[in-house]
């Protein structure tokens, strides 16, 4: 079964980092790529970032680049996004999901909430 567990999510205030992560099991995450997706309260799926089976490429939304660094450790299964200087529209559910084999997400994790406030 494949499963994808986000972890890492919690209350930061402003300017405050955090490392996520995405522990995948039941398949190899190795042969596929990645993404991180976001849900602010009230508002749709956000694409956040990008990564490929290898990690040699990486892409970001636009807006967040500078301070969003995804990245994947295959040996251990797991993906991570670490953001930095948190803003308050940071604040948002935070998915990590496969790109299945027609390029698009086929299993998505649970989610981690991120919540930015002083």
């Known amino acids: 079964e494949v499963q994808l567990v986000e972890s890492g999510g919690g209350l930061v205030q402003p300017g405050g980092s955090l490392t996520l992560s995405c522990t995948a099991s039941g398949f190899r995450l190795r042969d596929w790529a990645m993404s991180w997706v976001r849900q602010a309260p009230g508002k749709g799926l956000e694409w956040v970032s990008f990564i490929s089976w290898n990690g040699d490429r990486a892409f970001y939304a636009e807006s967040l680049k500078g301070r969003f660094t995804i990245s994947r450790d295959n040996a251990k299964n797991t993906l991570f996004l670490q953001i930095q200087v948190l803003k308050p529209e940071d604040t948002a559910e935070y998915y990590c999901?496969?790109?299945?084999?027609?390029?698009?997400?086929?299993?998505w994790g649970q989610g981690t909430q991120v919540t930015v406030s002083s």
């Open positions: 999901a496969k790109l299945g084999p027609p390029g698009e997400f086929d299993y």
